[in-house]
């Protein structure tokens, strides 16, 4: 059975619209990313998947259920953490996790192997209340709550925004360990460098799914010819890049990237050509292979 | 020579037992990309409001745009932009609002106003929304707006902080085409982010462990110091040594 299936799912806020018939499915063990900008429409479509919205249009199911009228079986088996932090920030790490145990009809004790790994590390501060918490901490307290009535969907809506790099790679390294007890997870990120880490990706802008593929996928299906180049002064590389007929290019870590249109002939010596009448000497041009976030990019142009 | 516009000198802040910013030593160049990097809670917030004249130091000593951040905190003020995701434009002021009103607290003329204003306006390319609410556009408008009217006073010097949250990875860059403009102008831009890609981007960066500066180097340079082919692993290298968080 399919975790998740969005059919042609919309949703508009005083004739805006935020979802514009969006249709993926997620499979059972599977980690789903919904890739893409603030505003895109990531969190209307988890409050709908989660019952908390109703679509305009289109239909949804999770775990087999639909969305409009099995919201209460639905609630009974997701977890679902929010980008706002959700939890209660005058209870205690300890009390916030037994109140969401208790309101599951659950215990600490029954599902404690699901969470053992993350709350280790948060037993030191059981004691301490929810709101006086490092970002780091409470992302992995809610992530608990979350967890504590082994969900059988989980939702993550941008739970690594703001994160730092180092605290954003150990909870990916969670998010893998529980994909292994089987667990489905549907997560929202705008960092490009998550998205490798989903066995597929969506994705989103303006409300719509631009393509849905799994990140290596993604990449083999980029059909441009792309280049990096480099130069003493990257303001004036990329200022005379933009004269470069048939060609877009950005800024790409300590290079810019060069991407050639379709059909455009193009090669290194080109390049460097155009570069060297502009005034830039001793360039370093190459040929390199896109990644996930050139293909975005790509798909935003 | 090159000029120098922020100068750190083992500049420190303590909260009662707790030292945030622990004695971090370094200048920043004229035109300068400096890139300001640390984990959340490594101090970098503390150390950025020291050096806008918003927090007075418990020792050591620091200049800013010449400024002295114990005694001339006023002058520092006027001598700098600052922009954050968290804080930046009037939701509920138009997009020409906003700029009057900024401009106005930035001590620029009636005259000087009505010519930013148009300027800012057709740079931006945001001729059709001029009378909008900054609510109702675009996050990346929003922050290529925020970001220019940051600098609407000429500053010496940019303070960015974490200014690109959220935003699409083709804006992100339109927003750092007006970064190296700025800079190419001789603004000097300091700037924290959690994107490494952008790290890249710094002509210099520092990295923050608990308090105290750990690296301090061209993202070229520090590459090759930790022997790693990314930023994002030089960052993890240094950050995994750190004992406390937020």
């Known amino acids: 059975m399919k975790a998740v299936i969005a059919n042609s799912l919309s949703k508009e806020y005083d004739g805006r619209t935020a979802v514009d018939k969006v249709s993926f499915e997620v499979d059972e063990g599977e980690i789903f990313g919904l890739i893409g900008p603030d505003g895109a429409g990531k969190t209307s479509i988890f409050r709908m998947l989660t019952t908390l919205l109703l679509p305009d249009n289109g239909t949804a199911q999770v775990c087999g259920w639909d969305v409009v009228k099995d919201w209460e079986s639905i609630r009974n088996s997701v977890g679902y953490m929010p980008g706002k932090f959700s939890l209660y920030q005058d209870l205690t790490v300890e009390e916030n996790l037994q109140f969401f145990a208790t309101v599951f009809n659950t215990s600490i004790q029954e599902n404690y192997h699901l969470i053992e790994d993350i709350y280790v590390q948060l037993e030191p501060f059981k004691n301490r209340r929810a709101g006086k918490l490092s970002g780091g901490m409470k992302q992995k307290l809610a992530l608990c709550c979350a967890l504590i009535h082994k969900p059988k969907v989980l939702f993550l809506d941008e739970p690594t925004t703001g994160v730092d790099p180092v605290s954003r790679k150990e909870f990916w390294e969670m998010l893998k360990k529980l994909k292994m007890q089987n667990i489905s997870i549907l997560v929202s990120t705008p960092y490009m460098d998550e998205a490798s880490q989903c066995d597929r990706i969506a994705l989103v802008q303006n409300g719509q799914i631009l393509s849905i593929d799994a990140p290596k996928d993604l990449i083999r299906n980029y059909q441009n010819q792309l280049f990096k180049a480099k130069a003493y002064d990257r303001y004036l590389l990329l200022e005379v890049l933009k004269s470069l007929e048939g060609t877009k290019s950005y800024a790409f870590g300590e290079y810019a990237h060069i991407s050639v249109e379709k059909g455009k002939p193009m090669d290194k010596a080109l390049i460097l050509h155009h570069l060297e009448a502009n005034g830039l000497s001793q360039a370093e041009v190459d040929e390199v292979e896109a990644t996930i976030e050139d293909c975005f990019i790509n798909l935003l142009h | ?246």
């Open chain 2, 1 to 246: 020579m090159e000029e120098i516009v922020i100068q750190a000198d083992k500049l420190t802040k303590k909260f009662g037992d707790f030292i945030a910013t622990n004695a971090i030593t370094f200048q920043v160049h004229k035109g300068e990309i400096f890139g300001f990097l640390g984990a959340n809670g490594a101090g970098k917030t503390t150390a950025m409001r020291m050096l806008c004249g918003l927090s007075i130091p418990s020792s050591g000593d620091a200049k800013v745009a010449g400024f002295d951040v114990y005694k001339e905190t006023e002058s520092i003020k006027k001598n700098i932009g600052y922009m954050s995701q968290k804080f930046s434009l009037y939701e509920d002021l138009t997009v020409v609002e906003n700029i009057r009103f900024f401009g106005g607290i930035y001590g620029l003329s009636d005259n000087e106003i009505k010519a930013k204003t148009e300027e800012l306006v057709k740079r931006l390319g945001l001729t059709s929304v001029r009378k909008k609410l900054v609510v109702d556009l675009p996050l990346g408008w929003k922050q290529k707006l925020s970001f220019s009217i940051a600098i609407i006073h000429q500053p010496r010097i940019v303070f960015l902080d974490e200014p690109t949250g959220g935003v699409d990875p083709l804006t992100r860059r339109q927003f750092w085409e007006l970064i190296y403009e700025a800079a190419h102008n001789g603004i000097t831009v300091f700037v924290t982010t959690h994107y490494m890609d952008e790290a890249e981007y710094c002509d210099r960066l520092s990295i923050m462990v608990d308090g105290m500066i750990k690296a301090l180097d061209s993202p070229k340079n520090l590459k090759e110091q930790f022997q790693v082919t990314s930023m994002d692993q030089v960052f993890y290298k240094l950050a995994r040594q750190a004992t406390r968080s937020e």
